[in-house]
């Protein structure tokens, strides 16, 4: 996913398998084992921006967490965050986690189940890609459109939380078509 959304990392951390990951990291905490919080990591992308990577070590996770990361993220001069929670987390965390920062911090949680998988390998899922602010503008005059007239993805819809997607945002969906060999539409990030 980090790969994905253009921040570099190793292929040797993308290519580990289950099995590999237990092996490295140990299977559950212990005393001679890391905690998950140990697992913490920053990545960049070519521009410099960083993401953390957080893995709290609570099974539930509480606004106490929350802060932490938020502090963490503020010190390290952090603008993205994705929180890897075990099952799940608290109402007034997840409040916490849509305000922290506003505008500025962008902070995701996904459970481990979630990520399990990727959902973009997947046959029924259609290619995704995100235009630049340059090529939203040049949609919308090539078009006529308005923002109010482009189709709708939900924030919450699993590949645009995958990619990271923000509202406002313009997504290039690219599906196989039986009769027309390639259809294209867009959708506006809601």
Do not use: W
């Not at 992308?45 to 993220?73: C, T, Y």
């Not at 459970?111 to 399990?116: D, G, Q, R, S, V």
């Amino acid at each position: 996913m980090c790969r994905d959304r253009g921040f570099l990392i190793e292929d040797n951390e993308c290519t580990m398998t289950e099995d590999g990951f237990k092996d490295t990291f140990g299977s559950k905490p212990s005393e001679d084992e890391p905690k998950r919080s140990e697992m913490n990591v920053v990545v960049e992308n070519e521009h410099g921006e960083s993401l953390g990577l957080f893995f709290p070590d609570e099974q539930k996770v509480g606004i106490a967490a929350v802060r932490q990361i938020v502090e963490s993220m503020t010190d390290n001069d952090m603008r993205y965050a994705i929180v890897v929670v075990r099952v799940g987390m608290t109402p007034s965390a997840k409040k916490a986690l849509q305000s922290a920062g506003g505008d500025t911090l962008q902070i995701q949680s996904f459970t481990e189940a979630e990520l399990m998988v990727n959902i973009t390998e997947h046959e029924l899922v259609p290619k995704h890609e995100l235009l630049t602010p340059e090529e939203k503008i040049a949609l919308i005059k090539r078009y006529k459109l308005k923002e109010q007239q482009i189709p709708r993805i939900k924030v919450s819809d699993p590949v645009a939380k995958y990619h990271g997607l923000r509202r406002g945002q313009i997504v290039k969906i690219t599906r196989d078509s039986p009769t027309a060999g390639r259809y294209v539409t867009y959708r506006i990030v809601h």
